[in-house]
């Protein structure tokens, strides 16, 4: 298995290019599912869990095909084609490994009229239900089943007949889910409360791209109009707001200057704001936003939430930076119950941090020290990455395979602006 090793202390500085957002990529993939023809998706990263996805499409009947990637190159691009959807079943094997896979649900429906989904269980950040996905389904007239841990959904003849749904709470997938769905209904689907995250525009978007009738992109209240069938298109996943998030608090974090290439301020505002409340520089580039750090940062206090507010992808990030902050940090996750499980890894590093519930007290430190440490989730290994970029000695960090899942070439990315990182293999 593969550990990354690294010398904290280096002072980062250069350009950084940005991604294409896995979280847009995994709800644009399904997309394919929708119609006969190729979709072709541009600036798609290059990601184990995109890797998974494409191989369930392929299980689907969806045919993938990469074009001239070069391996130097950041991103590629893929033609899908659903030419005839033969198989209508995400099995759990597959499910258990990446629960994005849930997003096939919604397409299946539209196109098939039908979808057997593997129910995904909990995770390490929390329970994760997905009543919502079903309700949001069952209230555009899909007859939903649950058996032996799959849960069946089918429409009737002539497809969904459309309806309207209120979210309780807002939920990104199901939102995504509803959408997929509704996009080939026979009539009109409403959804109330429906999360607004940059990942649903750029999804709307590709829909659009495709022939759908969406009104309301980017707010809570999403109307869509059915129609009878949608068409192939090419499409460029949006920037990753959360990479680009995470190596501003690298360059935070090591009192450095980065230049994150590609980057889109405007999806990325709470982010910023909160970085800006430490006393680090943020400005636009040319090619993207500047982030200036002298290395003393204020300590803050902050909530997830949400779109437009601070996002739950970002508090183990946040939360790694400021152990070194002048003075006591109060951050409280409001979304997964579970989304602590870096402060244990980050107090052998020699973080003072102290949980309650879903509030955590962190108390600056003046170092942290070196130390071999794993995580059990994509962004709490990313904490972990950037707690050993700026502590003194050598971090190992295991279990990379969750990196794997979420950044690309995260060694090269911060090798090439000055971090001592290397990936270590065992095997
Ligand atoms: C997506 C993101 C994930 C991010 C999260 C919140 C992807 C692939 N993943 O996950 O990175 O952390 O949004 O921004 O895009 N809930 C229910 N019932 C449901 C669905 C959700 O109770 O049917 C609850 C969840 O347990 C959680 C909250 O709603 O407490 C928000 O979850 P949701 O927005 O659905 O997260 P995901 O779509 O799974």
Request: some cysteine; proline content about 5%.
């Amino acid at each position: 298995m593969d550990r990354i090793h690294i010398r904290g202390g280096h002072v980062l500085k250069g350009r950084l290019p940005i991604s294409g957002a896995k979280n847009a990529a995994l709800t644009l993939l399904p997309c394919a599912l929708l119609t006969d023809e190729p979709v072709t998706l541009r600036n798609l990263p290059r990601l184990a869990d995109v890797d998974s996805f494409g191989h369930l499409l392929n299980q689907l009947g969806v045919s993938t095909m990469i074009e001239g990637a070069r391996p130097e190159d950041f991103g590629r691009v893929m033609t899908l084609r659903a030419g005839r959807v033969t198989s209508t079943e995400a099995p759990y094997d597959i499910v258990r490994k990446m629960r994005a896979s849930i997003l096939v649900l919604g397409p299946l429906l539209a196109r098939a009229g039908e979808a057997t989904v593997s129910l995904p269980g909990g995770c390490a950040i929390g329970n994760r239900p997905i009543d919502l996905h079903l309700k949001a389904l069952e209230a555009f007239g899909a007859v939903i089943e649950i058996a032996a841990g799959y849960v069946r959904a089918s429409a009737p003849d002539g497809g969904l007949p459309g309806g309207t749904f209120t979210f309780p709470v807002v939920s990104v997938g199901a939102t995504e889910n509803a959408i997929m769905a509704a996009v080939l209904a026979s009539g009109t689907c409403i959804l109330h409360n429906a999360a607004r995250e940059p990942e649903i525009v750029d999804l709307c978007n590709l829909l659009v791209a495709m022939g759908a009738d969406i009104e309301g992109i980017g707010s809570d209240r999403i109307t869509i109009h059915g129609k009878d069938r949608l068409h192939g298109a090419t499409y460029s996943v949006m920037p990753d707001r959360i990479e680009a998030g995470s190596y501003a608090c690298a360059a935070a974090i090591t009192g450095g200057e980065l230049e994150l290439v590609g980057a889109n301020a405007g999806d990325m505002q709470a982010i910023l704001e909160a970085l800006r409340e430490t006393g680090v520089e943020v400005s636009a580039s040319k090619t993207g936003i500047k982030i200036a750090s002298n290395g003393k940062l204020r300590p803050l206090s902050l909530s997830t939430a949400p779109f437009p507010a601070f996002p739950t992808d970002m508090q183990a990030q946040f939360m790694a930076m400021l152990t070194l902050a002048d003075g006591a940090s109060v951050l409280t996750e409001t979304i997964f119950e579970n989304r602590y499980m870096h402060v244990p890894e980050l107090a052998r590093m020699g973080a003072d941090i102290s949980v309650n519930g879903r509030t955590a007290v962190v108390r600056g430190v003046e170092r942290l020290t070196g130390a071999p440490v794993m995580a059990t989730d994509l962004r709490a290994s990313m904490s972990l990455i950037l707690a050993g970029l700026a502590a003194e000695g050598e971090t190992q960090v295991n279990r990379v395979y969750h990196l794997d899942r979420g950044y690309e070439r995260l060694e090269e990315k911060l090798s090439a602006v000055g971090a001592d990182i290397e990936r270590v293999s065992d095997g």
